[in-house]
């Protein structure tokens, strides 16, 4: 019984003893209480890009002749960044203002074009009705006179020839009446023509707008 007391005893100590160590404050473990941030660090690899890169680039294009900066050097307003060879954009300007100039001699072209064919149109429309006003009362005529011919010679008043130069001329009248009745037909050609210069005004003024934007963007 003593022993088993003295065991009991011996376990409880050590038991305490523990109990009492683990309640030590370490003061390496401690902090005192305080408002601020919290930081933890962590470790990592990787590349560091800036979120600020601007990209640089021309409307232009061409042979870079001068190019006075390098990557993270200080510029300001108004520096020049680069220099282009200007040649090619000469050429291409030299060439939008000769397809101007070219364009603008067409829609001339085509303007004065409009203008004939608007006066043919008006000349052969008085003509052709003219004519046509003249062959008609040859034609009455004519056949009137034929008529009548045929009539004395019904009545034995008048003479073969005669009537014969009278069918003739009666028939003569006929064609150029039916020639007339083709030049009225003509003027719908001539309308058909003024409508065709109308178009290629238009599409003449619509080359040169054409030109004349392209132009405007080889000057930029």
């Not at 941030?37 to 001068?66: F, H, P, R, W, Y």
């Not at 954009?89 to 004939?116: G, M, P, R, S, Y």
């Not at 003219?130 to 008529?147: C, F, I, P, R, V």
Request: hydrophobic share 40%; charged share 25%; glycine share 4%.
């Amino acid at each position: 019984i003593v022993i088993a007391c003295l065991v009991i005893a011996g376990g409880v100590y050590w038991r305490t003893r523990d109990v009492a160590d683990a309640n030590v404050i370490n003061p390496d473990d401690t902090y005192k209480v305080a408002r601020g941030d919290i930081v933890e660090s962590v470790a990592s690899t990787g590349a560091v890009t800036s979120n600020l890169d601007v990209d640089i680039k021309c409307q232009a294009s061409g042979q870079i002749m001068k190019l006075p900066y390098d990557i993270s050097q200080t510029v300001k307003k108004g520096d020049v960044l680069l220099e282009l060879d200007p040649t090619l954009e000469k050429q291409a300007l030299d060439a939008a203002n000769i397809n101007v100039n070219v364009a603008k001699a067409k829609l001339d072209q085509a303007t004065q074009n409009e203008k004939v064919a608007e006066l043919t149109l008006d000349q052969d429309t008085l003509r052709a009705h003219a004519d046509l006003t003249s062959a008609q009362t040859q034609y009455e005529n004519a056949k009137k006179a034929a008529g009548r011919q045929k009539e004395l010679m019904a009545q034995n008043l008048g003479a073969e020839s005669d009537y014969e130069t009278a069918q003739t001329q009666a028939a003569i009248a006929a064609q150029n009446l039916a020639n007339a009745e083709v030049e009225i037909q003509n003027i719908e050609v001539d309308k058909h023509t003024v409508q065709m210069r109308t178009d290629d005004v238009a599409l003449a003024n619509e080359s040169l707008e054409n030109a004349k934007v392209a132009l405007a963007q080889a000057n930029l």
